[in-house]
Protein backbone atom coordinates (compact mmCIF):
# COMPACT_ATOMS: atom_id res chain seq x y z
CA UNK A 1 0.00 0.00 0.00
CA UNK A 2 1.63 3.38 -0.77
CA UNK A 3 0.46 6.62 0.67
CA UNK A 4 0.78 9.98 0.46
CA UNK A 5 3.90 11.81 1.83
CA UNK A 6 3.85 7.81 3.85
CA UNK A 7 1.48 9.74 5.99
CA UNK A 8 -2.19 9.47 5.25
CA UNK A 9 -4.07 12.79 4.76
CA UNK A 10 -6.49 14.23 7.34
CA UNK A 11 -8.36 16.85 6.76
CA UNK A 12 -11.71 18.50 8.86
CA UNK A 13 -14.32 16.54 6.58
CA UNK A 14 -16.71 19.81 6.85
CA UNK A 15 -14.20 21.84 5.15
CA UNK A 16 -15.12 21.79 1.40
CA UNK A 17 -12.34 23.22 0.12
CA UNK A 18 -9.95 20.86 2.19
CA UNK A 19 -11.66 17.89 0.68
CA UNK A 20 -11.36 19.09 -3.06
CA UNK A 21 -8.02 19.81 -2.40
CA UNK A 22 -6.86 16.93 -1.01
CA UNK A 23 -9.05 14.49 -3.41
CA UNK A 24 -7.40 16.99 -6.48
CA UNK A 25 -3.86 16.19 -4.92
CA UNK A 26 -4.33 12.77 -4.29
CA UNK A 27 -5.81 12.47 -8.03
CA UNK A 28 -2.42 13.83 -8.90
CA UNK A 29 -0.23 11.89 -7.28
CA UNK A 30 -1.83 8.80 -8.90
CA UNK A 31 -1.02 9.92 -12.17
CA UNK A 32 2.53 10.86 -11.07
CA UNK A 33 3.28 7.89 -8.96
CA UNK A 34 1.57 5.12 -10.26
CA UNK A 35 1.33 5.81 -13.99
CA UNK A 36 5.03 7.70 -13.69
CA UNK A 37 3.90 10.93 -16.14
CA UNK A 38 5.96 14.22 -15.61
CA UNK A 39 4.37 17.34 -14.44
CA UNK A 40 3.85 19.87 -16.69
CA UNK A 41 4.95 23.25 -15.46
CA UNK A 42 4.88 24.97 -18.11
CA UNK A 43 1.24 26.70 -17.75
CA UNK A 44 1.71 27.48 -14.20
CA UNK A 45 5.20 28.79 -14.21
CA UNK A 46 4.45 31.16 -16.86
CA UNK A 47 1.35 32.48 -14.54
CA UNK A 48 3.72 32.56 -11.86
CA UNK A 49 6.21 34.87 -14.40
CA UNK A 50 3.59 36.98 -15.39
CA UNK A 51 1.99 37.54 -12.20
CA UNK A 52 5.56 38.44 -10.65
CA UNK A 53 6.41 40.98 -13.43
CA UNK A 54 3.18 42.63 -12.56
CA UNK A 55 4.43 43.17 -9.02
CA UNK A 56 7.65 44.03 -10.20
CA UNK A 57 5.64 46.76 -11.99
CA UNK A 58 4.23 48.07 -8.52
CA UNK A 59 6.90 47.84 -6.61
CA UNK A 60 9.01 50.16 -8.87
CA UNK A 61 5.96 52.51 -8.57
CA UNK A 62 5.95 52.24 -5.07
CA UNK A 63 9.74 53.38 -4.91
CA UNK A 64 10.25 55.37 -7.82
CA UNK A 65 7.16 57.43 -6.07
CA UNK A 66 8.93 57.65 -3.05
CA UNK A 67 12.03 59.18 -4.56
CA UNK A 68 10.68 61.60 -6.58
CA UNK A 69 7.21 62.84 -5.19
CA UNK A 70 4.69 63.51 -7.42
CA UNK A 71 3.74 65.02 -10.03
CA UNK A 72 7.54 64.34 -11.09
CA UNK A 73 6.98 60.67 -10.87
CA UNK A 74 3.24 61.12 -12.98
CA UNK A 75 4.82 59.78 -16.24
CA UNK A 76 6.37 56.37 -14.55
CA UNK A 77 3.23 55.77 -12.34
CA UNK A 78 0.69 55.66 -15.17
CA UNK A 79 3.17 53.55 -16.97
CA UNK A 80 3.04 51.02 -14.04
CA UNK A 81 -0.67 51.80 -13.72
CA UNK A 82 -1.46 50.54 -17.05
CA UNK A 83 0.78 47.62 -17.19
CA UNK A 84 0.00 45.73 -14.09
CA UNK A 85 -3.55 45.05 -15.27
CA UNK A 86 -2.00 43.70 -18.38
CA UNK A 87 -1.56 39.90 -16.59
CA UNK A 88 -5.10 39.24 -17.20
CA UNK A 89 -4.73 39.66 -20.98
CA UNK A 90 -1.66 37.67 -20.81
CA UNK A 91 -3.32 34.76 -19.19
CA UNK A 92 -6.57 34.84 -21.78
CA UNK A 93 -3.97 34.57 -24.74
CA UNK A 94 -1.82 31.89 -23.35
CA UNK A 95 -5.26 29.47 -22.39
CA UNK A 96 -6.53 29.99 -25.96
CA UNK A 97 -2.91 29.14 -27.47
CA UNK A 98 -2.22 26.14 -25.01
CA UNK A 99 -4.79 24.10 -26.65
CA UNK A 100 -2.61 23.41 -29.89
CA UNK A 101 -0.44 21.39 -28.11
CA UNK A 102 3.10 21.33 -29.99
CA UNK A 103 4.84 18.80 -27.54
CA UNK A 104 4.58 15.09 -29.51
CA UNK A 105 3.89 13.85 -26.08
CA UNK A 106 0.73 13.11 -24.95
CA UNK A 107 -0.86 14.88 -22.18
CA UNK A 108 -3.16 13.79 -19.51
CA UNK A 109 -5.37 16.41 -17.83
CA UNK A 110 -7.02 16.54 -14.51
CA UNK A 111 -10.07 18.48 -14.13
CA UNK A 112 -12.93 18.78 -11.11
CA UNK A 113 -15.29 19.84 -9.12
CA UNK A 114 -16.97 19.98 -5.99
CA UNK A 115 -19.91 22.53 -5.40
CA UNK A 116 -20.61 24.64 -2.28
CA UNK A 117 -21.81 21.98 0.37
CA UNK A 118 -22.41 19.54 -2.03
CA UNK A 119 -20.80 16.16 -1.59
CA UNK A 120 -20.58 14.97 -5.24
CA UNK A 121 -17.23 15.08 -6.02
CA UNK A 122 -16.60 14.78 -10.15
CA UNK A 123 -13.15 14.46 -11.41
CA UNK A 124 -13.08 14.04 -15.58
CA UNK A 125 -9.77 12.71 -17.04
CA UNK A 126 -8.89 14.07 -20.58
CA UNK A 127 -6.24 12.38 -22.45
CA UNK A 128 -5.08 14.36 -25.85
CA UNK A 129 -2.86 12.12 -27.95
CA UNK A 130 0.47 13.31 -29.34
CA UNK A 131 0.48 11.68 -33.05
CA UNK A 132 -3.46 12.32 -33.70
CA UNK A 133 -4.20 15.52 -31.71
CA UNK A 134 -7.36 13.95 -30.60
CA UNK A 135 -8.76 14.25 -27.51
CA UNK A 136 -10.72 11.44 -25.37
CA UNK A 137 -12.41 11.86 -21.84
CA UNK A 138 -13.94 9.89 -18.98
CA UNK A 139 -15.07 11.06 -15.74
CA UNK A 140 -16.95 9.73 -12.51
CA UNK A 141 -19.01 11.53 -10.20
CA UNK A 142 -18.80 10.00 -6.51
CA UNK A 143 -19.70 11.03 -2.75
CA UNK A 144 -16.89 11.90 -0.98
CA UNK A 145 -18.35 10.05 1.21
CA UNK A 146 -17.16 7.11 -0.26
CA UNK A 147 -13.67 8.10 0.28
CA UNK A 148 -13.30 10.05 3.38
CA UNK A 149 -13.74 8.13 6.57
CA UNK A 150 -15.12 9.63 9.67
CA UNK A 151 -12.07 11.15 11.05
CA UNK A 152 -11.53 12.96 7.75
CA UNK A 153 -8.81 10.57 6.63
CA UNK A 154 -8.84 9.88 2.94
CA UNK A 155 -9.19 6.74 2.38
CA UNK A 156 -6.64 5.83 -0.50
CA UNK A 157 -7.49 2.56 -0.66
CA UNK A 158 -10.73 3.62 -1.62
CA UNK A 159 -9.94 6.48 -4.25
CA UNK A 160 -6.77 5.22 -5.90
CA UNK A 161 -8.64 2.25 -7.89
CA UNK A 162 -11.43 5.18 -9.04
CA UNK A 163 -8.60 7.14 -10.75
CA UNK A 164 -7.01 3.61 -11.61
CA UNK A 165 -10.49 3.12 -13.40
CA UNK A 166 -10.74 6.87 -15.28
CA UNK A 167 -7.06 6.36 -16.71
CA UNK A 168 -7.05 2.59 -17.88
CA UNK A 169 -10.25 2.95 -19.49
CA UNK A 170 -8.75 6.23 -21.56
CA UNK A 171 -5.86 4.26 -22.14
CA UNK A 172 -7.31 0.94 -23.31
CA UNK A 173 -9.67 3.05 -25.47
CA UNK A 174 -6.03 4.31 -27.33
CA UNK A 175 -4.87 0.57 -27.83
CA UNK A 176 -8.00 -0.91 -29.14
CA UNK A 177 -8.19 2.10 -32.10
CA UNK B 1 -18.71 5.54 4.02
CA UNK B 2 -15.49 4.06 3.71
CA UNK B 3 -14.21 0.24 4.71
CA UNK B 4 -12.48 -0.17 8.14
CA UNK B 5 -8.58 0.25 7.77
CA UNK B 6 -6.15 -0.29 10.76
CA UNK B 7 -6.08 2.52 13.16
CA UNK B 8 -3.16 5.01 12.71
CA UNK B 9 -0.12 3.99 14.54
CA UNK B 10 2.53 7.09 15.37
CA UNK B 11 0.39 9.43 14.34
CA UNK B 12 1.67 12.01 17.16
CA UNK B 13 -0.28 14.04 18.98
CA UNK B 14 -4.10 15.20 18.18
CA UNK B 15 -4.27 18.84 16.36
CA UNK B 16 -6.09 21.54 17.46
CA UNK B 17 -8.03 23.92 14.90
CA UNK B 18 -5.04 26.76 15.15
CA UNK B 19 -2.65 23.85 13.66
CA UNK B 20 -4.82 23.58 10.93
CA UNK B 21 -4.13 26.32 9.67
CA UNK B 22 -0.59 25.21 8.40
CA UNK B 23 -1.47 22.16 7.84
CA UNK B 24 -2.40 23.11 4.30
CA UNK B 25 0.63 24.80 4.22
CA UNK B 26 2.49 21.82 5.00
CA UNK B 27 1.23 19.90 2.25
CA UNK B 28 2.51 22.51 -0.51
CA UNK B 29 5.06 21.99 -2.88
CA UNK B 30 7.54 24.83 -3.26
CA UNK B 31 5.26 26.59 -6.46
CA UNK B 32 2.21 26.08 -4.58
CA UNK B 33 4.20 27.92 -1.39
CA UNK B 34 5.32 30.65 -3.79
CA UNK B 35 2.04 30.85 -5.52
CA UNK B 36 0.31 31.94 -1.74
CA UNK B 37 3.16 34.38 -1.11
CA UNK B 38 2.51 35.68 -4.94
CA UNK B 39 -1.40 36.06 -4.37
CA UNK B 40 -0.75 37.81 -1.19
CA UNK B 41 1.28 40.18 -3.69
CA UNK B 42 -1.59 40.85 -6.14
CA UNK B 43 -3.65 41.80 -3.61
CA UNK B 44 -1.91 44.18 -2.25
CA UNK B 45 -0.20 44.76 -5.39
CA UNK B 46 -4.13 45.73 -6.75
CA UNK B 47 -4.59 48.08 -4.03
CA UNK B 48 -1.87 50.08 -4.33
CA UNK B 49 -1.86 50.40 -8.43
CA UNK B 50 -5.51 51.40 -7.97
CA UNK B 51 -4.48 54.24 -5.21
CA UNK B 52 -1.63 54.86 -7.98
CA UNK B 53 -3.78 55.17 -10.95
CA UNK B 54 -5.92 57.45 -8.81
CA UNK B 55 -3.42 59.60 -8.07
CA UNK B 56 -2.72 60.29 -11.75
CA UNK B 57 -6.45 60.93 -13.01
CA UNK B 58 -7.48 63.21 -10.42
CA UNK B 59 -3.72 64.82 -10.27
CA UNK B 60 -4.10 64.98 -6.63
CA UNK B 61 -1.57 63.31 -4.30
CA UNK B 62 -3.98 62.56 -1.82
CA UNK B 63 -7.41 62.01 -4.20
CA UNK B 64 -9.96 60.89 -1.43
CA UNK B 65 -9.71 62.47 1.95
CA UNK B 66 -11.41 61.84 5.58
CA UNK B 67 -12.87 65.03 7.27
CA UNK B 68 -11.23 65.23 10.35
CA UNK B 69 -13.25 68.16 12.17
CA UNK B 70 -16.36 69.81 12.30
CA UNK B 71 -14.89 73.36 11.26
CA UNK B 72 -17.00 72.92 7.92
CA UNK B 73 -20.17 72.61 9.31
CA UNK B 74 -22.84 71.81 7.93
CA UNK B 75 -21.29 71.11 4.25
CA UNK B 76 -19.09 68.78 5.64
CA UNK B 77 -19.10 66.58 9.23
CA UNK B 78 -16.19 64.66 10.95
CA UNK B 79 -16.32 61.21 8.83
CA UNK B 80 -17.04 62.44 5.59
CA UNK B 81 -15.18 61.22 3.06
CA UNK B 82 -14.65 63.51 -0.26
CA UNK B 83 -13.45 62.95 -3.63
CA UNK B 84 -10.68 65.62 -4.60
CA UNK B 85 -9.15 66.42 -8.61
CA UNK B 86 -6.26 69.22 -8.79
CA UNK B 87 -6.27 69.55 -12.51
CA UNK B 88 -3.88 71.74 -13.44
CA UNK B 89 -6.12 74.52 -15.47
CA UNK B 90 -8.23 74.42 -13.10
CA UNK B 91 -8.99 78.16 -12.33
CA UNK B 92 -9.40 78.45 -8.17
CA UNK B 93 -12.44 81.05 -7.48
CA UNK B 94 -13.90 82.30 -4.22
CA UNK B 95 -16.16 80.42 -2.43
CA UNK B 96 -14.70 76.88 -2.97
CA UNK B 97 -13.63 74.26 -0.79
CA UNK B 98 -10.06 73.45 -1.41
CA UNK B 99 -8.22 71.16 0.54
CA UNK B 100 -4.67 72.22 1.17
CA UNK B 101 -1.36 71.38 3.48
CA UNK B 102 0.31 73.91 5.27
CA UNK B 103 3.78 74.06 4.37
CA UNK B 104 5.82 71.87 7.03
CA UNK B 105 2.20 70.13 8.25
CA UNK B 106 1.41 66.61 7.13
CA UNK B 107 -2.71 66.76 7.68
CA UNK B 108 -4.66 68.43 5.16
CA UNK B 109 -7.19 70.82 5.75
CA UNK B 110 -10.39 71.71 4.02
CA UNK B 111 -11.84 74.45 4.06
CA UNK B 112 -13.31 77.65 2.16
CA UNK B 113 -11.50 80.12 -0.52
CA UNK B 114 -13.08 83.76 0.90
CA UNK B 115 -10.48 85.94 -0.64
CA UNK B 116 -8.27 85.58 -3.98
CA UNK B 117 -5.41 88.09 -5.94
CA UNK B 118 -4.74 86.86 -9.24
CA UNK B 119 -2.26 88.13 -11.38
CA UNK B 120 -2.73 88.50 -15.09
CA UNK B 121 0.12 85.31 -15.58
CA UNK B 122 -2.19 83.07 -13.77
CA UNK B 123 -0.66 83.12 -10.17
CA UNK B 124 -2.85 83.16 -7.26
CA UNK B 125 -2.78 83.94 -3.67
CA UNK B 126 -5.49 82.81 -1.54
CA UNK B 127 -7.34 83.07 1.99
CA UNK B 128 -9.22 80.58 3.56
CA UNK B 129 -11.48 79.90 6.23
CA UNK B 130 -13.99 77.10 7.99
CA UNK B 131 -17.42 77.69 7.68
CA UNK B 132 -17.69 76.80 11.20
CA UNK B 133 -14.96 79.24 12.13
CA UNK B 134 -15.25 82.57 13.90
CA UNK B 135 -11.60 83.35 12.04
CA UNK B 136 -10.14 82.65 9.30
CA UNK B 137 -6.97 80.63 8.13
CA UNK B 138 -4.36 82.72 8.96
CA UNK B 139 -3.60 81.21 12.43
CA UNK B 140 -2.76 77.96 10.70
CA UNK B 141 -0.49 79.17 8.21
CA UNK B 142 3.21 78.82 8.30
CA UNK B 143 5.16 81.92 10.83
CA UNK B 144 4.80 84.79 8.78
CA UNK B 145 2.73 83.44 5.89
CA UNK B 146 -1.02 85.42 5.07
CA UNK B 147 -1.91 83.53 1.77
CA UNK B 148 -1.69 80.19 0.09
CA UNK B 149 -0.60 79.72 -3.13
CA UNK B 150 -1.51 76.70 -6.03
CA UNK B 151 1.45 74.51 -4.44
CA UNK B 152 -0.61 74.38 -1.22
CA UNK B 153 -3.34 72.74 -3.06
CA UNK B 154 -3.70 69.41 -2.67
CA UNK B 155 -7.44 69.44 -4.34
CA UNK B 156 -10.57 70.46 -5.00
CA UNK B 157 -13.45 68.84 -3.49
CA UNK B 158 -15.86 67.14 -6.28
CA UNK B 159 -18.28 64.76 -4.38
CA UNK B 160 -18.55 63.19 -1.01
CA UNK B 161 -19.65 60.11 0.93
CA UNK B 162 -21.20 60.68 4.56
CA UNK B 163 -20.05 59.09 7.63
CA UNK B 164 -17.75 56.36 5.33
CA UNK B 165 -15.00 57.71 6.70
CA UNK B 166 -15.27 57.12 10.45
CA UNK B 167 -13.53 53.96 9.93
CA UNK B 168 -10.67 55.48 8.94
CA UNK B 169 -10.98 57.95 11.92
CA UNK B 170 -11.47 54.70 14.80
CA UNK B 171 -8.46 53.07 13.11
CA UNK B 172 -6.19 56.09 13.48
CA UNK B 173 -7.63 56.40 16.63
CA UNK B 174 -7.01 52.53 17.67
CA UNK B 175 -4.07 52.03 16.03
CA UNK B 176 -4.03 48.48 17.50
CA UNK B 177 -7.14 47.56 16.00
CA UNK B 178 -5.65 48.55 12.28
CA UNK B 179 -2.53 46.20 12.69
CA UNK B 180 -4.79 43.87 14.17
CA UNK B 181 -7.19 43.45 11.34
CA UNK B 182 -4.42 44.07 8.56
CA UNK B 183 -2.19 40.79 10.39
CA UNK B 184 -5.76 38.75 10.33
CA UNK B 185 -6.57 39.45 6.58
CA UNK B 186 -2.75 39.20 5.59
CA UNK B 187 -2.55 35.54 7.81
CA UNK B 188 -5.71 34.67 5.84
CA UNK B 189 -4.50 35.23 2.33
CA UNK B 190 -1.09 34.12 3.12
CA UNK B 191 -2.34 30.41 4.77
CA UNK B 192 -5.54 29.74 3.19
CA UNK B 193 -4.81 27.50 0.17
CA UNK B 194 -6.34 29.10 -3.21
CA UNK B 195 -8.03 26.35 -5.84
Same mark, same amino acid.
Given at each position: ?????????????????????????S????????????????????? #??????????????L???????????K???????V??? #??????L?????D?????????????S???????K????????????K????????????????N?G????????????? #?H?? #????R??K | ??????P????????????????????M??R???????????I??????????????T???????????G??????????LL???????D??????? +??????G??????H??????????????????????????????????????????????????????M +????M???????Y?L????????????E?
Amino acid at each position: QWKIDDKPVKIDKWDGSAVKNSLDDSAKKVLLEKYKYVENFRLIDGR #LIICTISCLFAIVALIWDYLHPFPESKPVLAFCVVSYP #LHMFIFLVAHRKDPAGMDPDDVWQLSSSLKRFDDKYTLKLTFISGKTKQQREAEFTKSIAKFFDNNGTLVMEAYEPEVSK #LHDS #LALERKTK | AAGSFPPPAGRGPSRGPAMDLFGDLRRMNKRQLYYQVLNFAMIVSSALMIWKGLIVITGSESPIVVVLSGSMEPAFHRGDLLFLTNFHDDPIRAGEI +VVFKVEGRDIPIVHRVIKIHEKENGNIKFLTKGDNNEVDDRGLYKEGQNWLEKKDVVGRARGFLPYVGM +VTIIMNDYPKFKYALLAVMGAYVLLKRES
